[in-house]
């Protein structure tokens, strides 16, 4: 207790440098919880692709549901990168891209059914 007192100024706040709980969080209890997380990945992904085939979901709901998959999956896009699609460069990643999209969804994206 006498560290804690220590550690605010006379108005009770905290003094600048001062660590309000030094010890910091438990490294076991930040473990467990991604353990836990971890022990159920395949059925979030089971959830999340059964809502993009569900015929009963909103589209909206899909197209979030997708963008959870593939901001996990491929990364979140670099800001600055555009996909330029007259050059050469342009056309080999709309081709990266399209051949990680199951073959179903792709013939809808690119409109040949």
Aim: aromatic share 0%.
């Amino acid at each position: 207790m006498a560290d804690i007192q220590l550690t605010r100024d006379e108005r009770g706040r905290f003094v600048v440098g001062s660590v309000a709980n030094p010890a910091g969080r438990p490294r076991s209890a930040i473990s467990e919880a991604r353990q836990l997380c971890r022990e159920h990945i395949a059925d979030a992904i089971a959830l999340l692709v059964n809502i993009i085939h569900s015929r009963e979901a909103r589209d909206r709901d899909k197209i979030a549901a997708a963008e959870i998959l593939l901001t996990r999956g491929l990364g979140r896009p670099a800001a600055e990168n555009e996909l330029v699609l007259n050059d050469q460069s342009g056309m080999e990643q709309r081709e990266r891209i399209l051949s990680a999209i199951p073959e179903e969804v792709r013939r809808r994206l690119i409109g040949a059914e």
